[in-house]
């Protein structure tokens, strides 16, 4: 059973996730050559200050 992590921004709307959840599942898929149901894919908002990059908060960036 393949489970994919995606630790994204926190803000995106449902419908965007909808989608995101569909095409990241359907590509599994088609790689992996499992059934749909099989796939699990867990998206974790995170909030920009929790995030930082090239030493800097996300949030003031």
């Known amino acids: 059973m393949p489970i994919v992590n995606i630790d994204m921004w ?4 449902a419908e ?7 095409n990241v599942t359907k590509t599994v ?4 050559g499992c059934p749909p149901e099989a ?3 867990v998206i974790r908002d995170i ?4 995030w ?3 030493g800097v908060q996300a949030s003031k960036s």
């Open 39 to 41: 796939v699990i894919v």
């Open 52 to 54: 930082g990059q090239n």
């Open 29 to 32: 898929c088609d790689t992996v």
């Open 47 to 50: 909030p920009k200050e929790n």
């Open 16 to 22: 965007v996730k909808d989608k995101l959840i569909q």
């Open 10 to 13: 926190a803000g995106r709307p």
